[in-house]
């Protein structure tokens, strides 16, 4: 029997524009920072790796459950300048989905509402 290490997802954050993370859609979830519920997205890369990442108010607009087992493209392309809270400034992202790809099982979603928005 062989086995193979299991390493739990990277954390990606998205600082500097530029930043992109290609894989499969395979959950959109809950996760709770500094005690506020947000989502969170995982995505499978082809390498084998996953790579989770924090939903913002842009990211929010363009990603969906429909998306959850077809290959997306995340790129952070910059900062909105007029948009500020809290000192930060907003993110604007550019999201690309191949809906021509074969679409993969045994995704993991939740249901989001409006309620569910952390603003």
């Not at 395979?26 to 790579?51: C, E, M, P, W």
């Not at 948009?83 to 400034?89: A, K, L, M, P, Q």
């Not at 995704?107 to 309620?115: G, K, P």
Request: glycine content about 6%.
């Amino acid at each position: 029997m062989a086995f193979t290490q299991v390493k739990a997802p990277e954390q990606l954050r998205f600082e500097k524009p530029g930043e992109c993370v290609e894989g499969v859609l395979l959950a959109i979830n809950f996760h709770t920072v500094k005690g506020k519920k947000t989502i969170q997205y995982t995505a499978a890369r082809k390498d084998g790796s996953k790579v989770t990442f924090l939903a913002t108010w842009d990211l929010l607009q363009k990603i969906d459950r429909k998306m959850l087992g077809y290959p997306i493209s995340v790129r952070f392309e910059k900062h909105h300048d007029s948009i500020e809270r809290n000192g930060n400034r907003a993110k604007v992202f550019a999201v690309m989905v191949d809906w021509d790809a074969k679409p993969t099982a045994h995704v993991d979603s939740l249901e989001i509402t409006d309620e569910d928005v952390p603003f």
